[in-house]
DNA sequence: TAGGTTTTCGCCTCAGAGTTGAAAACCTCG
DNA sequence: CGAGGTTTTCAACTCTGAGGCGAAAACCTA
């Protein structure tokens, strides 16, 4: 589960209760049940940290299958990449917390590797994707909006830009509106929404590159 | 499995020969063992099919869990792309044939998706990945290589192109030999290979389009 | 009203994908 | 052995889209 949270990308963990790794901070999930979809049972133990209904997309990532990943038995496991939106701010039970994706705590299991493995995916989707939507608010400015994606793909990005790609792709659209400007003053800011709230993916590649040198 | 044979796009299908579907086509596969790797897995199943040293590259595509996609039970199933490089023509069971994935038969439970799934995995990694030395030959023409892509990719590609963005990204190189022309006469063409044998990912996207119009 | 701030927009540059045409290097047949 | 056919290769061009820059727009505060 990932969110962007003051300006940097941020993992929801868990620490755990019990056995093995007791103490260490984990991933949240639990154990498949018979009869059971897999995203249903990642929703329903996500139901147990937070509204799930915040989780704006749920994708899967990959089936670990190593017989060590797990210290005292063979255990498979199937790891998911969450979505919640920047603003939210869900109630949290005492034993889990956001942590910065750039300064993570040690993880129990292979946990992190799981959780830079849907960092990666991330990155690459906002690139031909509009998953970005899942990041932001149902509302912004372009500024913002370059904000996210900065935090997300871990380098500056170009607000120009970005408005003209994601407008020629279609993936957002404006609204009509203008934002007041903040105290200090400076143009209003047009506000701008996805256009679906759901994965789609472009047509076009076309990477969104780091500014160049200097 | 996947292979381009006679210039099309072909996957390996089984004849069942248990319900339920018996009868009908699927993908090679079986059972998980308790401390065994989906991958481990795989390849074991495989190889009561193929000689499992033919297949130049293996991954995991996705996990299914609906639980109706066994009309009898529940179950669950991790579903592997594999390739097999043109020109290796193993030893094949009675009741195993390649089909091409253009006319799938009918096939059991979800295979008829995973096929098509697996089809999009490749056609999308051959535009940023090297994946394309798991379908060549160790060496191979420009032509030969073209035409490989237009069968994977469904439409045509232009070698004037693809050769020079290969060769950008340090994808394939050439070995330095030419190969002498066939009846009809003609350039000889240089002779390629792909620079590793191993799964690599291109910092540069960029997608190989089909020709415009016309 | 002057000066400061943020956003927006037009225009330019640059790189790489795709196109085209001609030269290169072979064959075969009369 | 030369003319004509075939396939490959290469260089030059076009085109599209990403990235960069600076000026104008539209607000604020003092």
Redesign the pocket.
């Known amino acids: 589960m990932l969110q962007i949270r003051d300006g940097t990308l941020q993992a929801l963990l868990w620490k755990r209760a019990r056995e093995p790794f007791l103490g260490t901070w984990s991933l949240p999930g639990g154990y498949l049940e018979p009869g059971e979809t897999l995203e249903q049972s990642i929703r329903k133990h996500l139901a147990a940290k937070v509204d799930v209904r915040e989780v704006a997309h749920l994708e899967q990532l990959e089936t670990l299958s190593d017989p060590d990943r797990d210290p005292r038995e063979w255990q498979i496991a199937t790891a998911y990449l969450g979505l919640v939106p920047t603003g939210v701010d869900p109630e949290l039970p005492a034993d889990t917390a956001w942590h910065p994706v750039s300064a993570l705590p040690e993880l129990a299991f292979d946990h992190r590797e799981i959780t830079l493995a849907g960092r990666e995916r991330l990155r690459a989707k906002l690139s031909y994707t509009n998953i970005g939507f899942a990041l932001a608010p149902a509302q912004f400015?372009?500024?913002e909006l370059r904000d996210l994606y900065a935090a997300a793909l871990g380098h500056d990005v170009?607000?120009?830009?970005l408005q003209?790609?994601l407008l020629?792709r279609g993936v957002i659209e404006a609204t009509g509106e203008?934002r007041?400007?903040g105290?200090?003053?400076?143009?209003?800011?047009?506000v701008f929404r996805f256009h679906s709230p759901r994965l789609e993916v472009t047509d076009?590649f076309?990477?969104?590159?780091p500014?160049?040198n200097k």
Chains 1, 2 share one sequence.
């Open positions: 400015t372009i500024s170009s607000a120009t830009n003209r790609v020629r203008r007041a400007p105290r200090g003053g400076g143009r209003p800011a047009a076009e076309a990477v969104l590159r500014p160049s």
